[in-house]
């Protein structure tokens, strides 16, 4: 069965540092993968997306996200922060047959200090 | 344009009531997805629509929960005898199905609570 853990409930950093969210995913096959960002009273946003080919993909916002097959593994990365990208990070499995539909991991709370 | 959008955006019962919440999709967008996002939890598949037809229901909790799709646009979830475990945010969301994969766009979703 599918399933995503994400690891970190609540990640702190300040304005300019460098940030990485972690994400763990279990499925059967060669997964398709998603980064989501929730504001509060926005609605998902998807950040990136994992199909195949290059294991670096490149997102919005200045996001890039990390594909590793033998780690199961699929980590959100952003060079420097800024206090806009406070919010609530979604990594996202997503089924192949079927629906279609996503399974999401548990959120990560990142908090921005000036 | 315009984007998914979810109507209302709060939603406030009491334990027993009956509650209808509305899924504007984007325009042309055949499919349609309804999750739930309860309280520090991700969001969690409910049904998935391909034009009018419920193709996937699985994540449908029991027999309160329905949700209808006449006329291939907007869609209605309803939630029968409402339980205070039912508070959560539902979350709607479009695509259009060509291809592999297609990206999910979602609404900002309804919030339900029951007293």
């Known amino acids: 069965a599918q399933s995503v853990t994400q690891p970190d409930i609540h990640i702190t950093v300040s304005e300019g540092a460098s940030l990485e969210l972690r994400c763990n995913y279990s499925?059967?096959?060669?997964?398709?993968l998603f980064w989501y960002v929730q504001s509060p009273g926005q609605g998902l946003q998807l950040l990136l997306k994992?199909?195949?080919?290059?294991?670096l993909v490149q997102g919005i916002k200045g996001f890039e996200a990390e594909f590793k097959r033998s780690q199961s593994s699929f980590n959100l990365r952003k060079p420097s922060v800024h206090w806009s990208d406070a919010a609530e990070y979604f990594c996202?499995?997503?089924?192949?047959?079927?629906?279609?539909?996503?399974?999401f991991g548990t959120g990560t709370r990142l908090t921005v200090i000036p | 344009g315009a984007g998914v959008s979810q109507t209302p955006s709060n939603k406030v019962t009491e334990k027993g009531k009956y509650v209808e919440l509305r899924c504007d999709p984007i325009?042309?967008?055949?499919?349609l997805y309804w999750y739930r996002q309860s309280l520090g939890q991700g969001p969690e598949f409910l049904i998935y629509?391909?034009?009018?037809?419920?193709?996937?229901d699985s994540g449908l909790p029991n027999d309160r929960f329905f949700a209808v799709r006449p006329e291939g646009s907007v869609s209605t979830l309803k939630i029968q005898r409402t339980e205070r475990g039912d508070s959560a945010v539902y979350l709607c969301?479009?695509?259009?199905?060509?291809?592999?994969?297609?990206?999910?766009?979602f609404g900002p979703g309804t919030r339900l609570t029951v007293l």
């Open positions: 325009s042309g967008h055949t499919a």
């Open positions: 629509f391909q034009g009018t037809g419920a193709a996937d």
């Open positions: 969301a479009s695509s259009t199905r060509q291809g592999t994969y297609n990206e999910q766009f």
């Open positions: 499925y059967g096959a060669t997964p398709y």
């Open positions: 994992y199909f195949s080919g290059d294991t």
């Open positions: 996202a499995v997503g089924r192949l047959t079927g629906a279609n539909n996503l399974f």
